[in-house]
Each structure stands twice: as C-alpha cells, then as structure tokens.
C-alpha cells in the first residue's frame, strides 16, 4: 500500500496559540522564506519523482500564487489549509465557512481547477465543533485530513476509526496516522513528532501501520527545512516543541522518499475505493481527555 505525502504551505511565523506569534495584521511586514523552502521542498520532490499534496494556506496562496503555480506545473495536487491560519475551536461556524470559502476560492481562481482537500490549522477540530465537517461540505469540500485520533495541546478526537473512511456518506476523512504503542496512541509521521523521534523509529513505525492496511499520512512544514529561519520569542517548552531537530527534518524527509512509496490524496482515493464504500462515523466522537496527554510538536 502507498503512503500520502503532504505538505502544510505556511511561513515560520504560522505559529499557534503563541502569545509573540504575529496578528496576521504583520504578516506582510515579516521577512517570508516560504519561497525558497517551498522550492527546496518542490525540488527533492522532482529529484524522488513523487507528486504529494500541498495544503496551502489562503494567505501564502494569495501573496504567492507562483508558488501554488509551480506545484501544480510540477504534478502535485493543491488543496487548503484556510486563510488566515486560525484554530477551529476558536472561530463560530460562519466565521469557520468563511475562511475555508475564502482559501478555496483563491486557489481556484489560481489554478483553474476544483480544490477538494482541507486540512485544518494545528488539527484544531474537536467535539466542540460539531458543525465542522457539515460547514466543510458546505463549502465544497471532498476530503479532509484533519481530525487527530489522540490527546494533545490543540485539542484531538477520540475516535475508533484510523484508517480513511466515510463521514454522513460525503466527506471521506483522512485522520491524521498514530500507532499504538503499548495500548496508546503516538504519532511519529509529521511536525515536531517527526522532527524529535529517531529515524530508526519513524521507518519502525511506518512500517507497522502499513502492515494494519492503513496508509501513513507523513506531513511536513516548508520552514522545517530551514534550521537557520527565524525564530518567534517563544518559552521553553514550546521553543522545543517548535524547534527541536530542525536539522534532521531533510535527512528524514529524504530517507522516507527513498524507503516508502508515497502518493497525493487525490490519487490514493483514486486507487483503493473500499476504504469509502460505507459510512464509518456511526458514533460521534467526544473530546479526549487531558490525562496522559501527548505532547504537542506539530
């Protein structure tokens, strides 16, 4: 089975829930390498020969559309990552459709194409935005890589459904990959997950969700290929969480392309129907709790 490979398009200062991260009021102000890394990404993508999916945020898209230009030029499947890089549970459900219509309405007037794929900020979807894959739908959205099956900072949802399937028979859902360790749930594939645990344990780990019959969703961030970027005057555990292992993200990255096959969104839908040919969200799921909490590196 192949892997989705995906890459969340936003700048170094798209940090959450940081009380020194810019009000997007600043963001033109800031100096961007959204650019260059992006372009390094495209780059050791064409060298692999690998199309994967690229969740642009509205405002990167709509300041850069040569960027969203360039991957599609290159084969790789645009999709969004919202405007203006907010977390769910903080917006009402027609501020939340507002800003998804607005993403995707951009990078549709860029690439002239349907854009069927979301993903939400810092996986920010949790029970107390019941409205959010009804809203997504509303918008027009097909898909959606957002829900994360396991404590953390920004929320999570407990949820007996790992692999991709069927939400109310219209959204096929993607949540993001964990694997049990132990009888709990860690992620090892995306983020600060993939940037603190070895490589020996991310291959490990890969290769037991793929022995389950699931896909590993892996997912990288533009700046984690720049250790030399910017940083955001943050505290001591979150600058970890933010920054650890910035150096060992391309070697990683690098390594996964070579030893896994990996694919877009798109394509995987394409090719293994039988994940969605009936609806799997027959119980509705509730918030985790706070106990045992994995932290949060994303």
Same mark, same amino acid.
């Not at 404590?151 to 929320?155: E, F, K, L, V």
């Given at each position: 089975m192949k892997s989705i490979m995906s890459v969340d398009v936003e700048d170094w200062f798209h940090i959450l829930e940081a009380a020194s991260a810019p009000d997007i009021s600043q963001w033109d102000s800031l100096p961007s390498r959204v650019e260059r890394n992006f372009h390094k990404l495209l780059d050791l993508f064409s060298e692999k020969n690998v199309r994967v999916?690229?969740?642009?945020l509205g405002y990167v898209a709509e300041r850069y559309p040569r960027l969203v230009k360039e991957a599609l030029d290159r084969g790789h499947?645009? /999709?969004s990552h919202g405007y203006a890089h907010r977390l769910i549970y903080t917006l009402t459900p027609q501020a939340f459709l507002d800003d998804v219509r607005k993403s995707k309405e951009i990078l549709e007037g860029i690439t002239g194409? /349907? %854009?069927n794929g979301y993903r939400a900020p810092g996986f920010s979807v949790t029970a107390e935005t019941p409205w959010f894959f009804e809203k997504l %739908? +509303? /918008?027009g959205y097909r898909y959606d890589s957002s829900v994360f099956p396991a404590?953390?900072?920004?929320?999570g949802l407990s949820t007996n459904k790992f692999a991709p399937h069927l939400i109310a028979d219209q959204l096929k859902e993607f949540p993001i990959t964990v694997a049990d360790v132990l009888g709990k749930h860690f992620c090892f594939f995306g983020g600060g997950y993939l940037r603190l645990f070895p490589y020996s344990v991310v291959r490990q780990m890969s290769r037991k969700v793929l022995g389950e019959n699931r896909p590993v969703i892996f997912y990288i961030h533009p700046r984690e290929i720049d250790p030399d970027h910017p940083r955001?005057?943050?505290g001591l555990t979150r600058t970890f969480k933010s920054y650890v292992n910035l150096k060992t993200t391309e070697a990683k990255l690098r390594n996964i392309l070579d030893e896994f096959q990996v694919t877009t969104f798109a394509e995987f839908? /394409? +090719?293994n129907p039988s994940f969605f040919t009936e609806p799997s969200s027959r119980r509705k799921p509730t918030t985790v709790t706070t106990d045992n909490r994995v932290a949060e590196t994303a």
């Open positions: 999916t690229c969740f642009f499947e645009i /999709a194409q /349907a %854009v %739908v +509303e /918008a404590p953390r900072q920004h929320g955001l005057s943050l839908i /394409a +090719e």
